[in-house]
């Protein structure tokens, strides 16, 4: 019976209900500049146990990758949009520019994204979608001899993390030079 009363999630109703509550928080708590994310906090403010947030979210980086899921989809929409530009070279320059303004925009989703290990095997799986949707368009570059070749779509996405690193770390204003240091290496050699 009580498998049967599950939602899509494969959460009982009041465990998906809480869930969404602590994300609403969350979210909530990023939007207001507080980026701490303490569980117990959440919890709180939830209106619920900190032990029910711990047995969705075990810990922060946890409760981040959920946040996250929203920028991944909008990420790997705009990598598959730019694999089928008709210019390849401008389709990885514009996904570049907008990986690297998610990231700026959003640090604990630039954690997540260059994350070596997920806690969440959704955050996997969503990795691989883009790193999929991204070797597409490698490979429609390396067809076009406008870079080299041995580059893969997880090296994109570590290289671009440490642009936003540099950016971050240094001016702002040194973002465009950084894009065409990432856009250089990443030519054929001369």
Known sequence: MAARSRQGTGLRPDAARNRARILQVARERVAAGDNSL????????AGVGVGTVYRHFPDRHALIEALSVERFRELVEQARAASSAEDALEGLRGLLRFTLDLALDDPDFATVLSSAGDARARTSQMKAELDEAV??????????????????????????????????????????????VLLEGLRPPR
């Open 38 to 45: 303490q569980l117990n906090v959440i919890a709180r403010l």
């Open 135 to 180: 070797a597409v368009l490698l490979d429609r570059a390396r067809l076009a001899g406008v870079i080299r070749g041995g580059v893969e779509a997880d090296d994109v996405r570590r290289l671009l993390c440490g642009v936003e690193h540099a950016v971050r770390s240094g001016e702002g204003e040194r973002r465009e030079l950084y894009l065409g």
